[in-house]
């Protein structure tokens, strides 16, 4: 019988957590009866009713394993390393436990991987929010796949069913930031799109604020492509180039006798700001390239887990295939 994993990040959500495991269990009872059940809730350090719920749940199924951090390390952390202790022949790599990604699709995904298709993504065509967002989110799309070398399909997240060997690539990847749908589009395989609305949450609120958004954004700009830096370097060569015309133009002019060269209060200040505007953003490009790179030589560990629920004791595929790596302290 093959396995299905599906990993469900979750935060302060005492109010939805139960209603999706009780969705995706349902769904496998009615249309995927052939198929066993691997649900893996990654927990950031809730602190209200979340971790009780989810011990209660796995105590009575044990298809369902938990994994509840030390502290709050991020939505995209926290999945990467769910997506570690997932064990299933193909893997949903998130499924949020407020079910604006309509778990329903699950069953016609796993029909379109059974036909052989490695990745399976669901693209948010409609969603459920804003224009202002919307607008954002369609802008965000065209800047990447404009500087990046591979294209990353516009409205698709990480709701994607990938196959055991994509997910073997995807874990091969040692990011201590990892963004996992650039990751996923980035190792290629063979894909498939499928719309789908993305509903309004209808329980709790929203964990992803504009400037976790903004920092995700600028995550997957900087860690995909090396365009801003060779902006910088175009612009700079640029106005070198520029600043060496104007400054011979002016000369021949002044001995030619055709006008005096520009002079005066104005023209200096309005140089001076426009050139340290230049400087401070080609410093502020450098500077996210080397907070990355500063971040990603440092090492340590991508999320420390404080428990874990229904999981063996050996039974963890690190970043490099094949690899097994001991987690102390795991309540099985």
């Known amino acids: 019988m ?21 969705t995706v269990r349902e769904i496998f009872e009615r249309d995927l009866p052939g198929y066993e059940r691997e649900h893996i809730f990654v927990d950031n350090a809730s602190t209200d009713r979340t971790v009780e719920i989810l011990r209660r749940i796995a105590a009575e199924d044990p298809c369902v394993k938990v994994i509840v951090n030390s502290r709050n390390f991020g939505v995209y952390r926290s999945t990467f390393n769910g997506l570690r202790h997932a064990t299933g ?3 949903l790599c998130m499924l949020p436990v407020d079910l604006q990604d309509p778990p329903e699709l699950l069953p016609e995904f796993v029909k379109l991987w059974e036909s052989g298709y490695d990745v399976v993504a669901g693209a948010r065509s409609t969603r459920e929010e804003g224009f202002f967002l919307r607008t954002a989110r369609k802008a965000f799309y065209r800047i990447v796949n404009a500087l990046s070398d591979f294209e ?10 990938i196959d055991r060997k994509v997910l073997d690539a995807v874990l091969a990847h040692d990011d201590n930031y990892p963004y996992i749908r650039g990751i996923i589009a ?16 209808k329980r709790g609120m929203s964990k992803h604020s504009m400037m976790m958004l903004t920092d995700q954004a ?57 050139l340290s505007g230049v400087q ?14 500063h971040n990603q030589v440092r090492g340590g560990p991508c ?12 039974a963890s595929v690190g970043p490099e295939r094949g ?5 102390p302290g795991r309540k099985t």
């Open 2 to 22: 093959k396995k299905i994993s599906i990993v469900s990040p979750c935060f302060n959500e005492e109010d939805n957590v139960e209603t999706c495991y009780r």
């Open 89 to 91: 022949d193909a893997t």
């Open 152 to 161: 990353l399909s516009p409205d698709v997240g990480e709701f994607q069913l």
């Open 186 to 201: 980035s190792v290629g395989f063979r894909k498939v799109i499928i719309p789908y609305t993305w509903r309004a949450r």
């Open 218 to 274: 600028l995550n997957a700009i900087f860690a995909f492509t090396r365009a801003p830096l060779r902006f910088c370097s175009l612009a700079g060569f640029g106005i070198a180039i520029f600043s060496i015309l104007f400054s011979i133009v002016s000369v021949v002019l002044w001995f030619l006798g055709v006008g005096d060269a520009p002079r005066g209060t104005t023209t200096i200040i309005v140089a001076l700001f426009f």
């Open 280 to 293: 401070l953003l080609f410093i502020g490009l450098m500077g996210e390239y080397i907070t990355a790179i």
């Open 303 to 314: 999320v420390i887990e404080k428990e874990l629920i229904n999981i063996p004791k050996l």
């Open 323 to 327: 690899r097994v790596t001991k987690f």
